[in-house]
C-alpha cells in the first residue's frame, strides 16, 4: 500500500526552479509534521524542510531562502518549491511524514519521521 507519491523531479539547469510534489493518503496527510529529505548515492540522508499543520516550516540552513515548503489540505499534497538550484541540490528528495497519531510537539527536519515515499530524482547541472 503505498501511502507517499513523490513526482516533479528532473534535470534543470543550475539557478531555474522545480517543484516536487508529494501526494499523500488522508491518513498520512493528518499527520502534524511532513518533511522532504534528500540522499545523495553513497552518503547519509539530509532533512531539507519539514511543515507542520499550520504552515510553520523548518528548513536546513543549505536550501533556507531558496527552497519553500507547503502543503495543500485540498489536494493532500506537500510540495516544495526549489529555486534558483544549485548543483548541490541533486539528490533522490524523499517525502516523509511522522506518525499521524502523535499529538503537538515541534515540527523540524530533526523529527522522527516514520512514512517514506520512493522518491523523485532532481539533476543539476551547472
Known amino acids: 500500500q503505498v501511502k507517499l507519491v513523490e513526482s516533479g523531479g528532473g534535470s534543470v539547469q543550475a539557478g531555474s526552479s522545480l517543484r516536487l510534489s508529494c501526494a499523500a493518503s488522508?491518513?498520512?496527510?493528518?499527520?502534524?509534521?511532513m518533511a522532504w529529505f534528500r540522499q545523495v548515492a553513497g552518503k547519509g540522508r539530509e532533512g531539507v524542510a519539514a511543515?507542520?499543520?499550520?504552515?510553520?516550516?523548518d528548513y536546513a540552513a543549505s536550501v533556507a531562502g531558496r527552497f519553500t515548503i507547503s502543503r495543500d489540505y485540498n489536494t493532500e499534497t506537500v510540495y516544495l518549491e526549489m529555486n534558483n538550484v544549485k548543483p548541490e541540490d541533486t539528490a533522490m528528495y524523499y517525502c516523509?511524514?511522522?506518525?499521524?497519531?502523535?499529538?503537538?510537539?515541534?515540527?523540524?527536519?530533526?523529527?522522527?519521521?516514520?512514512?517514506w515515499g520512493q522518491g523523485t530524482q532532481v539533476i543539476v547541472s551547472s
Open positions: 511543515v507542520d499543520k499550520i504552515a510553520r516550516a
Open positions: 488522508k491518513y498520512i496527510f493528518s499527520s502534524g509534521c
Open positions: 516523509a511524514a511522522r506518525e499521524p497519531g502523535l499529538a503537538g510537539g515541534a515540527c523540524t527536519v530533526g523529527d522522527t519521521f516514520v512514512v
